[in-house]
């Protein structure tokens, strides 16, 4: 059984999905938010999963802020970190300690549109298909080994807002899909890529427009 703990910063929708999930091989050991006003933390006790505040704002310095994070973790006797909304920038040393042990979910089908405001980047450069990634934290932000993607259509008239919830609905079905996979050492880091036995899909292929 892997110990997960999943790091929010607001609403906390991904982490509710992965709880939801129920996950065989992956036990979430709590949630931990780096802001105390995160709504996600409120969903984590409703799921009657255990919440940490570690609140950045009360550290003078990132490397302080991520040493009482990591103190935490090893308390926790953690497995396996995943990212869900933490919207907090990790320093190498964070970074490298939790190597191949740490995942985060992105809203755009990476190397395409990292960073932020995905969705209104993605309309405006037309893009016809657009999604989400879940990959393994590396230091250059939204980057490192990808496990999972899932893609949607941009259709006529899409909004930022629009586009996003789409895509949205498919980040809660990927993240715990790739966090399954990850957890039951289907899916693991070798090199800078990931191998194993992955399930073989059946032949599927997104046409947007439509054929
Ligand atoms: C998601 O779109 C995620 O991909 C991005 O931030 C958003 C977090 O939403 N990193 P939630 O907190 O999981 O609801």
């Known amino acids: 059984m892997k110990r ?14 992965i709880v939801q999930a129920q996950i ?30 570690i609140d950045h704002k009360q550290f003078a310095t990132r490397m302080a802020f ?3 994070l990591h103190a935490a973790l090893l308390d926790a006797r953690i497995d ?14 964070f970074v490298d300690r939790w190597r191949d042990r740490q995942l985060n979910i992105h809203p755009s089908l990476l190397p395409s549109f990292p960073g932020l405001d995905t969705h209104q980047r993605a309309l405006d450069e037309g893009v016809r298909i657009h999604g989400c990634t879940v990959h393994f934290v590396r230091l250059e932000m939204d980057t490192g080994p990808i496990v999972a993607q899932a893609a949607v259509p941009v259709l006529p ?9 789409r895509v949205l609905a ?5 993240y715990p ?21 992955l399930p073989a899909a059946p032949p599927a292929t997104l046409f947007s427009p439509p054929v």
Request: charged share 20%; hydrophobic share 50%; glycine share 12%.
């Open 4 to 17: 997960v703990v999943i790091l929010i910063s607001g609403r906390g929708s991904n982490m509710e999905a």
């Open 24 to 53: 065989p091989g992956a036990q979430i050991a709590a949630v931990i938010s780096n802001r105390p006003e995160a709504a996600g933390l409120e969903r984590a006790r409703a799921a009657a999963i255990p919440t940490l505040v």
């Open 66 to 68: 991520e040493a009482k």
């Open 80 to 93: 396996l970190l995943c990212n869900a909304g933490f919207m907090r920038m990790l320093t190498g040393g």
């Open 157 to 165: 008239g899409d909004t930022a807002d629009s586009l996003g919830a």
């Open 170 to 174: 498919a980040e809660h079905r990927l």
């Open 177 to 197: 899909h790739a966090l399954r996979l990850v957890a039951s050492g289907a899916a693991r880091v070798v090199g800078e890529a990931i191998a194993g036995e």
